[in-house]
Nanobody, 120 residues
Framework: VQLVESGGGLVQAGGSLRLSCVFS????????WGWFRQAPGKQREFVAR????????EYADSVKDRFTISKNNFKNTVLLQMNRLAPGDTARYFC??????????????WGQGTQVTVTS
């Protein structure tokens, strides 16, 4: 599975961005798509995930009620709508895919990421 992210950029606190992840290759209905982020000097952290059907979204507590993950199988795209951004959201955001639900926290394919910078 190949993943290409886009949509990052520079935004003021309180603003919004929408990240896009276009995927290609063979996928199956058991797969789960996720977004992670990594800030300089910090470990990569989970942001959100969604299943193949675009249902059952899950979010990190830090982004709940501000971020929305969605999936469009016709366009082979996973989106992350980010609202009310704060400087603490500054990070490189990565799209990823898990191929085995029994290994929920292990992801098999990763994109190159897209940078999000939020200024105060």
């Amino acid at each position: 599975v190949q993943l290409v992210e886009s949509g990052g950029g520079l935004v003021q606190a309180g603003g919004s961005l929408r990240l896009s992840c276009v995927f290609s290759g063979t996928v199956f209905s058991s797969y789960v798509w996720g977004w992670f982020r990594q800030a300089p000097g910090k470990q990569r952290e989970f942001v959100a995930r969604i299943n193949y059907w675009g249902r059952s979204p899950e979010y990190a507590d830090s982004v709940k009620d501000r971020f929305t993950i969605s999936k469009n199988n016709f366009k082979n795209t996973v989106l992350l709508q980010m609202n009310r951004l704060a400087p603490g959201d500054t990070a490189r955001y990565f799209c990823t895919v898990n191929s085995d639900p029994s290994r929920k926290n292990e992801y098999d394919w990763w994109g190159q990421g897209t940078q999000v910078t939020v200024t105060s």
